[in-house]
């Protein structure tokens, strides 16, 4: 009976470390990350409201990269990877259905697409959005792409 009980102390004292580690660790992870601009309501994307950044030093590594694949046309890493942004959390301005396109940035340690995308416009694109919480908020920014 004593050895269970130091078995399901041990236990805890692994758990709570865990999630004293993991809550550091996101807490880290929140400093790091650029704050996420929410867009503004859906029909108020006057010039006021849209301020593209003109320099892309906000977006990650990773972004750079799937950048990179869009400007060579692919191939991408996900399927879904080009597909149609249906835009249906409204966050993005009202455009024609298939105008959006979505890919994925790469999350480092996650074994899945994760929460991370840019947003293309036109084809080709013309217009460009960073999302890291998937689809919550979208920060714009403008290219200049040379062919």
């Given amino acids: 009976m004593d050895s269970r009980r130091?078995?399901?102390?041990?236990?805890?004292?692994?758990l709570i470390a865990g999630l004293v580690l993991l809550g550091a660790w996101q807490l880290l992870q929140r400093e790091q990350a650029p704050s996420p601009v929410a867009a503004p309501a859906a029909g108020q994307w006057g010039e006021a409201a849209t301020r593209p950044n003109a320099a892309l030093d906000f977006l990650p590594a990773e972004a750079h990269a799937t950048?990179?694949?869009?400007?060579r046309g692919g191939?991408?890493?996900?399927?879904?990877d080009g597909t149609t942004f249906h835009?249906?959390?409204?966050?993005?301005p009202e455009r024609p259905r298939g105008h959006y396109r979505e890919f994925t940035v790469d999350t480092p340690g996650l074994g899945h697409r994760g929460p991370r995308r840019i947003v293309t416009?036109?084809?080709p694109p013309s217009e460009w959005y960073y999302t890291d919480d998937h689809y919550n908020s979208f920060r714009e920014f403008q290219r200049d792409v040379r062919p």
Wanted: no cysteine; charged share 30%.
């Fill in 87 to 92: 835009n249906r959390e409204r966050l993005l």
């Fill in 6 to 14: 130091k078995q399901t102390r041990r236990t805890w004292a692994w």
């Fill in 75 to 80: 191939p991408y890493p996900y399927r879904q």
């Fill in 67 to 71: 950048l990179a694949l869009i400007d």
């Fill in 121 to 123: 416009g036109g084809d």
